[in-house]
């Protein structure tokens, strides 16, 4: 056999490593002031893992190994943030992105006309966690952002519960045992666990 055409720059699969759950230093790399779908007001914040963190640069290395014609910045280092919740007041979200940045870089937020360019380059905390996900018909976990955080909390942040879709919980977690150990069997119905 021949060495195919593109050879060198193929991919190799199954080496993906996620993100780690828990607490991470970041770096802000963008904040867009935009309007959702349904035109309601939000920002959206690119970030990465700071040069201090357990694993420094992760999302521009995404970026970079990305060979689409149209890459773009990775799913897992973004966060859509409305500005208002339901009500029409501040979202807790905003509020918690605005706290742990003035907390993590000792300032106040500035509003108005400047109000996104000032985050660029700033660090800031988050804490990963799994998310369950459907796309394309298939459901899976991922390690996404869950929430905002100052710097000085990343070293001991708890790494939250997995969060399900529709607050579900997958069946696998499903606990269907007595504390005598035999499992509980539904009224009416037999469970032979052999044969």
Same mark, same amino acid.
């Given at each position: 056999?021949?060495?195919?055409?593109?050879?060198?720059?193929?991919?190799?699969?199954?080496?993906?490593?996620? $993100?780690?759950? *828990?607490?991470?230093?970041?770096?802000?790399?963008?904040?867009?002031?935009?309007? +959702? &779908?349904?035109? =309601? #007001?939000?920002?959206?914040?690119?970030?990465?893992?700071?040069?201090?963190?357990?694993?420094?640069?992760?999302?521009?290395?995404?970026?970079?190994?990305?060979?689409?014609?149209?890459?773009?910045? $990775?799913?897992? *280092?973004?966060?859509?943030?409305?500005?208002?919740?339901?009500?029409?007041?501040? +979202? &807790?979200?905003? =509020? #918690?992105?605005?706290?742990?940045?003035?907390?993590?870089?000792?300032?106040?937020?500035?509003?108005?006309?400047?109000?996104?360019?000032?985050?660029?380059?700033?660090?800031?905390?988050?804490?990963?966690?799994?998310?369950?996900?459907?796309?394309?018909?298939?459901?899976?976990?991922?390690?996404?952002?869950?929430?905002?955080?100052?710097?000085?909390?990343?070293?001991?942040?708890?790494?939250?519960?997995?969060?399900?879709?529709?607050?579900?919980?997958?069946?696998?977690?499903?606990?269907?045992?007595?504390?005598?150990?035999?499992?509980?069997?539904?009224?009416?119905?037999?469970?032979?666990?052999?044969?």
């Amino acid at each position: 056999m021949q060495r195919p055409n593109g050879y060198d720059e193929v991919k190799v699969g199954g080496g993906y490593i996620p $993100p780690q759950v *828990g607490g991470h230093k970041m770096t802000i790399k963008q904040v867009v002031e935009t309007q +959702s &779908k349904t035109g =309601k #007001s939000m920002i959206v914040v690119l970030f990465d893992f700071a040069p201090d963190d357990v694993q420094p640069g992760f999302f521009a290395d995404e970026f970079a190994k990305d060979i689409r014609p149209e890459k773009k910045w $990775p799913h897992a *280092g973004t966060a859509y943030i409305l500005s208002e919740d339901q009500d029409g007041k501040c +979202s &807790k979200k905003l =509020k #918690s992105f605005i706290t742990s940045f003035e907390s993590s870089n000792n300032c106040e937020a500035l509003w108005g006309d400047k109000f996104a360019a000032q985050f660029k380059g700033k660090k800031i905390g988050g804490v990963f966690g799994e998310v369950e996900n459907e796309y394309n018909g298939k459901i899976s976990m991922r390690h996404e952002l869950r929430w905002f955080c100052s710097l000085d909390r990343v070293d001991g942040a708890t790494v939250p519960d997995p969060k399900y879709l529709n607050g579900s919980t997958p069946a696998t977690n499903v606990n269907n045992s007595n504390n005598d150990g035999f499992m509980k069997v539904p009224a009416g119905q037999e469970e032979i666990p052999w044969g």
